[in-house]
């Protein structure tokens, strides 16, 4: 089967560290996409990753080990505007059919 | 910047309606595609299509058809609306690439559905 899983929510603090896991069983795979969604908006791309190893944009990094079926998205330096859903996506077939977790919610305190 | 639009932002429709919801996009992608997305179930792939003309059922097709007889539009259609297709429905679309690795998908804002 497919499935993908995410914490459902996380809470962390203004200028902070936070690390968000997904682990993946998907029939195929060609690459992983992490999304974020403020509520009400549209998700919008953070960061892909198809090979093994960390990929860092900024405050922003991400994570892949296919053999273990397993990434996380790392957000430093926590400020409150990134308080959102964080989705993680498989990409299944070589045209670009995505398949989603269920979303993290990422709530950043003072 | 790529630009993807729904036709509207919210929309309450009666059960038995026939419903059509619009995507354009502005930047030539061939891919687009259509989700929904319910609090506890994530986004889920509802149709998608690769060319003109062209579409394949996604992962929950069952009550939806879709058309594209331009590239820059794909339509989403309820035959018959029920209360279980109140959700957000989004759009996306991306650029197909050879070879095709990196193509992000560009979503529209959504449209929010309420049947009644």
């Known amino acids: 089967g497919q499935n993908i899983d995410q914490p459902t929510e996380m809470t962390a603090t203004e200028g902070a560290i936070v690390q968000i896991n997904c682990t993946y069983q998907t029939s195929g795979f060609n690459g992983l996409f992490w999304y974020q969604q403020h509520a009400g908006e549209a998700p919008t791309f953070l960061s892909y990753?198809?090979?093994?190893g960390l990929e860092e944009k900024g405050r922003f990094s991400s994570f892949l080990s296919r053999s273990k079926g397993y990434s996380y998205l790392l957000l430093k330096e926590l400020q409150m505007k990134d308080s959102a859903s964080y989705l993680c996506a498989v990409k299944r077939g070589s045209q670009g059919n995505l398949i989603f977790g269920k979303g993290t919610k990422l709530s950043v305190k003072p | 910047d790529v630009k993807v639009t729904q036709s509207s932002r919210y929309l309450v429709k009666r059960t038995g309606e026939k419903v059509f919801l619009e995507c354009v996009q502005d930047m030539d992608h061939e891919n687009m595609f259509w989700y929904r997305q319910d609090p506890g179930l994530g986004l889920r792939l509802i149709y998608f299509?690769?060319?003109?003309?062209?579409?394949e059922k996604g992962d929950i097709p069952e009550g939806y058809s879709v058309s594209r007889e331009k590239k820059e539009r794909f339509s989403l259609i309820l035959e018959s609306a029920s209360t279980n297709q109140t959700s957000m429905y989004l759009c996306?679309?991306?650029?197909?690439?050879?070879?095709?690795?990196?193509?992000?998908?560009?979503f529209g804002p959504g449209t929010r559905l309420l049947v009644l």
């Open positions: 996306a679309s991306s650029l197909a690439r050879v070879p095709a690795l990196r193509e992000t998908q560009y």
């Open positions: 990753n198809v090979l093994d």
């Open positions: 299509s690769y060319d003109v003309k062209m579409k």
